[in-house]
T-cell receptor, first 111, second 115 residues
Framework: GQQVMQIPQYQHVQEGEDFTTYCNSS?????IQWYKQRPGGHPVFLIQ?????EVKKQKRLTFQFGEAKKNSSLHITATQTTDVGTYFC???????????FGAGTTVTVRA | NAGVTQTPKFRVLKTGQSMTLLCAQD?????MYWYRQDPGMGLRLIHY???????AKGEVPDGYNVSRLKKQNFLLGLESAAPSQTSVYFC??????????????FGPGTRLTVL
């Protein structure tokens, strides 16, 4: 069945540095969604990518959808303490309509 | 709008006890979902509903039952709790399906411990 995998599982970043987290699917996705969960909180929708090669930005966050629509990345520049949390990618299952979530990348920031 | 609400926020059960988690949404969403979240395993779908009166099994349905008697409410039941059901439970809802690009709105979660 379809699987969505994220790497790395943990990302420890010095404040001010950049980092990238990656999401890979075993099948082509019609769209990919990214969610953020703050410590002790619940997942909150960040953004959705639909088109092959699409790039979207939200302030210091840059999201990209691969040309083959099987992978995606989230790049954060000049990391701040407000970026702490777990970032999940999710894509629709190919044979039905539910979302398949990756295991998430948990980000911690060293001040 | 309150969005998606869940009750209770915390609960401690003894093995074998039963309980019901309540999820309510005021966005008139057709689709509702129950997930459990365990460290390192992301969000796993327990059960879901595609409309009032319907329910279906997700990835990890064993030990749980659900009901959706009203469109705005989705109940998750544990008939005989086991320590393996210690987890954080999230309810979510969406207007449409993921294939169409609809996103999910999550409740604040219920932290359940089974001793």
């Amino acid at each position: 069945g379809q699987q969505v995998m994220q790497i790395p599982q943990y990302q420890h970043v010095q404040e001010g540095e950049d980092f990238t987290t990656y999401c890979n699917s075993s099948t082509t996705l019609s769209n990919i969604q990214w969610y953020k969960q703050r410590p002790g909180g619940h997942p909150v929708f960040l953004i959705q990518l639909v088109k092959s090669g699409e790039v979207k930005k939200q302030k210091r966050l840059t999201f990209q959808f691969g040309e083959a629509k099987k992978n995606s990345s989230l790049h954060i520049t000049a990391t701040q303490t407000t970026d702490v949390g777990t970032y999940f990618c999710a894509g629709p299952k190919s044979n039905d309509y539910k979302l398949s979530f990756g295991a998430g990348t948990t980000v911690t920031v060293r001040a | 709008n309150a969005g998606v609400t869940q009750t209770p926020k915390f609960r401690v059960l003894k093995t074998g006890q039963s309980m019901t988690l309540l999820c309510a949404q005021d966005m008139n969403h057709e689709y509702m979902y129950w997930y459990r979240q365990d460290p390192g395993m992301g969000l796993r779908l327990i059960h879901y509903s595609v409309g009032e009166g319907t329910t279906a099994k997700g990835e990890v349905p064993d030990g749980y039952n659900v009901s959706r008697l009203k469109k705005q409410n989705f109940l998750l039941g544990l008939e005989s709790a086991a320590p393996s059901q210690t987890s954080v439970y999230f309810c979510a809802s969406s207007f449409g399906i993921a294939l169409s690009g609809d996103t999910q709105y999550f409740g604040p979660g219920t932290r359940l411990t089974v001793l």
